[in-house]
């Protein structure tokens, strides 16, 4: 399978030095990437500097602590992709509590760190998702476009404890935008565990089916930020946070039959939802309910999608 996530992505005309969280995940991983594809210098916030330095071959600055930078490191943008995964261990008060350290607790940190700087970045870039909308029922029609509210359940609470711990950072007077993100699909996160029922011909509509389902080509991620450190580099209007879903959605029951499809396999057995939630508790509502959050701020901006439908995105990452 061809790797096309770090194909021809501009970020800036100029060099710029990127500061980055998460650097060593999936979507970080392909950022660094592309940023020095396109001539950029960066550095990488990480648990373990001796690891990531060894991953990037030496090509990037690797961090253990905010304090090991100096006062006279300017950092022109800063993206923020840190957090425990979401999706895992049932969400009992200790783990609720790790995933609110891992994203609200370091974007704090990092917030502080971007306040006492001498040198500002122009720019900080969160993270964020579409459960920051709560759920959205099965049959319900309503696109949620940025403007949406969210809702008293704790993942989207999370999102919006992670979004206004990132906003105070436009104190300090940098812009922010925060990066609400679908379901990413690449060679790696979730599409490749998604993929074993489907490729063993075992594949099926999951609790129903019908819940909408929000994602988003991996290029499309990276692409996605460049547009968005274009347009700060430009004095743009940037909005305080996007949706980062293709605008074609599709619901569960409809990307497992173009999985299916594309990979010469049956799609028969349904999944019904109730084993789910008494295996995940309620983050079952991640998978049983979905949210059809379409890009209309990108959209409205010029952004063109590379992959704009489902069977776009699976035919270049499964054919």
Not at 92 to 117: C, D, E, F, P, Y
Not at 134 to 146: K, M, R, S, V, Y
Not at 272 to 283: A, D, K, S, T, Y
């Amino acid at each position: 399978m061809s790797d096309t996530s770090t194909s021809a992505i501009h970020f800036s005309d100029k060099r710029i030095t990127v500061l980055i969280t998460g650097a060593t995940g999936f979507i970080g991983k392909k950022l660094v990437a592309a940023l020095l594809k396109d001539g950029h210098q960066v550095i990488a916030l990480t648990r373990d500097p001796a690891k990531a330095n060894a991953m990037f071959a030496g090509q990037v600055r690797c961090v253990q602590e905010l304090d090991d930078l100096s006062d006279t490191d300017a950092v022109d943008v800063v993206i923020n992709l840190a957090g425990a995964r979401i999706l895992g261990a049932r969400w009992s008060a200790r783990r609720k509590q790790t995933l609110r350290a891992s994203r609200v607790g370091l974007t704090k940190n990092l917030v502080s760190w971007i306040a006492n700087a001498q040198h500002k970045p122009a720019l900080l870039l969160s993270g964020s998702a579409v459960g920051y909308y709560g759920i959205q029922h099965q049959d319900d029609p309503t696109p949620l476009a940025e403007d949406a509210p969210p809702q008293a359940i704790f993942m989207s609470q999370l999102c919006q404890e992670w979004e206004q711990a990132a906003g105070t950072a436009r104190q300090a007077g940098v812009t922010v935008a925060c990066m609400r993100f679908g379901m990413v699909l690449g060679h790696e996160g979730a599409l490749p565990l998604m993929m074993i029922p489907v490729r063993l011909g075992l594949g099926g509509p999951l609790g129903g089916g019908r819940q909408m389902l929000a994602w988003i080509h991996v290029e499309d991620v990276l692409r996605g930020m460049a547009h968005l450190i274009q347009a700060s580099a430009q004095d743009r209007p940037i909005a305080a946070a996007y949706n980062f879903t293709a605008p074609h959605g599709t619901t569960q029951a409809e990307f497992s039959r173009t999985a299916a499809l594309i990979l010469h396999r049956p799609c028969l057995f349904p999944t019904p939802g109730f084993p789910v939630r008494l295996l995940l508790g309620e983050q079952a509502d991640i998978v049983l309910e979905g949210q059809r959050a379409v890009p209309v701020l990108l959209q409205k901006e010029g952004f063109q999608f590379r992959y704009p439908t489902v069977d776009d995105a699976l035919q270049a990452l499964l054919r």
